[in-house]
């Protein structure tokens, strides 16, 4: 087997600011609107439900720089930088002559991506007075995250996650409890919403759609509390951008530019995290980068959804968001990948692919673990079933270079371990797994609920 290459950088080399791409894009993304005006929401209507400067971060159009609180800088150091590394022993099993890089974030203590965000807006709460947060998480690694930076900074943490990814990954709640955060299967009989949706249907096995209404509802009826997002909003994917500014420094240590840039999605953050910082050198310098963002099949948002505004939660709670998405009351077949089973993209992502500067791609859930499976044999890593959505549209590149006698340049994020996802893993390797097939017709049962504007 090939040896690895790691690229690392030094202390002095991290990054001291996020990068804001909305500040660069030609076209800007739509606002938000209040559901109940349509008119564009502010600084302090957002602020209602998020911290006041993660909600100044989101309408921010202005500034492609935002300087890292020092004291998250200091949280960051724990772990970062993250390695990029060359996989060479996946280039040789693929017999390729592409260059395969992927940057390792599942090397933090958290296990995935999403510790970039949960910190600053852990901070933010805190500086702010806060003294409650409150989330909702699908797989789990947003959740655990979340409760881990609640903790460093001394806040109560109450989660709601997906009652079918409860069943699924059951260590990951524990990980939230054992940081000290009550978790909450969802829909629930805890709030308003969740009693709702469990009266429509008793039977309801939850959706990031359904656990975020009930997240929402929780800060909004809770003194001194205030709801984080893991993905989908413009602040989330621009605390992830710590990602690609290493790798973009790590790139040039390896001497090499990426020819494509390939992240797993399901609200956009890990996929906007690593590619945002590349994007703006073909918005602003004319390179050429291609960006692939992979979504599951089963849940094909970029590939299948409608652009409109939608709301971001099931029970109507959330801002409209200009969106590409299936639907808000959308419910997403029982993939392992539960941190990618979202109905909607992100506002950044939804206007970037109406612009044609990236696209999306859709893997059946069964190629996802056999890219899983292939990249654990030759890279030594077991990747989160979200992470081999974009494991396996490299894999896809790359035998595609192969037929055509290319030697393109391929990265993607890694953006957690599956070190918690055994149970799926066992499941696909005694054959118990399947792909979901959406037809037509149930894409356009979800879109038929879109809000109507006035």
């Known amino acids: 087997m090939s040896k690895q290459k790691r690229f690392l950088l030094q202390e002095n080399e991290l990054p001291t600011q996020w990068y804001n791409l909305q500040a660069d894009m030609i076209t800007k993304p739509l606002p938000p609107l209040n559901p109940a005006t349509q008119e564009p929401l502010t600084v302090e209507d957002l602020a209602h439900i998020f911290s006041e400067e993660c909600s100044r971060q989101e309408l921010d159009m202005e500034h492609a720089w935002i300087d ?28 390729t002559p592409a260059h395969i890089y992927f940057k390792n974030e599942s090397t933090n203590p958290l296990g995935s991506h999403k510790i970039n965000s949960a ?33 460093v900074f001394g806040l109560s943490a109450a989660v709601y996650q997906v009652k079918i990814s409860m069943k699924q990954k059951p260590y990951r709640s524990l990980v939230m409890r054992t940081f000290g955060a009550e978790v909450t299967g969802s829909p629930s009989m805890s709030t308003r919403a969740g009693k709702d949706i469990i009266t429509r249907d008793p039977m309801h096995q939850g959706s990031l759609g359904t656990a975020i209404s009930e997240a929402v509802e929780l800060a909004t009826t809770t003194p001194n509390c205030k709801y984080t997002l893991g993905s989908v909003l ?23 530019y990426p020819d494509v840039v390939i992240g797993c999605f399901g609200g956009g953050s890990n996929f906007g995290g690593l590619a945002f910082p590349f994007m703006r050198h073909n918005i602003l310098e004319g390179k050429t980068t291609e960006f692939l963002a992979a979504e599951p099949a089963s849940c094909p948002k970029l590939t299948r959804g409608r652009f409109g505004y939608d709301f971001g939660d099931e029970a109507g709670y959330t801002p409209l968001l200009p969106m590409y998405t299936l639907g808000h009351d959308f ?14 993209a992100g506002v950044i992502v939804s206007q970037l692919l109406k612009d044609g500067l990236m696209r999306g791609v859709d893997i059946p859930q069964l190629e996802t673990f056999e890219a899983g499976i292939l990249f654990s044999r030759t ?18 590149e790359a035998r595609r270079c192969r037929e055509n006698g290319e030697q393109k340049v391929i990265l993607f994020s890694l953006s957690g371990h599956g070190l918690m996802d055994m149970t799926a893993y066992d499941q696909y390797l005694s054959g118990d797994l399947r792909n979901y097939t959406l037809s037509d017709e149930e894409i356009e049962q979800g879109l038929s609920h879109l809000p109507k504007l006035k």
């Open 68 to 95: 890292i609180p020092e004291e998250v800088q200091d949280k960051y150091r724990y772990y970062r930088a993250t390695p990029l590394v060359r996989a060479y022993a996946l280039e040789e099993a693929l017999d």
């Open 119 to 151: 910190l600053p807006q852990c901070y933010y709460c805190k500086q702010e007075g806060v003294t409650n947060v409150t989330t909702e998480t699908g797989a789990g690694q947003w959740g655990a995250a979340l409760s881990y930076a609640a903790s």
């Open 234 to 256: 413009s602040h989330v994917t621009l605390h992830q951008t710590v990602i690609g500014l290493e790798a973009e420094r790590q790139m040039q240590m390896a001497g090499e």
């Open 331 to 344: 419910r997403p077949a029982h993939i392992h990948a539960g941190g990618l089973r979202y109905h909607g």
């Open 379 to 396: 890279e030594g890593i077991i990747p989160a079933p979200e992470s081999s959505h974009a494991i396996a549209a490299a894999i896809r």
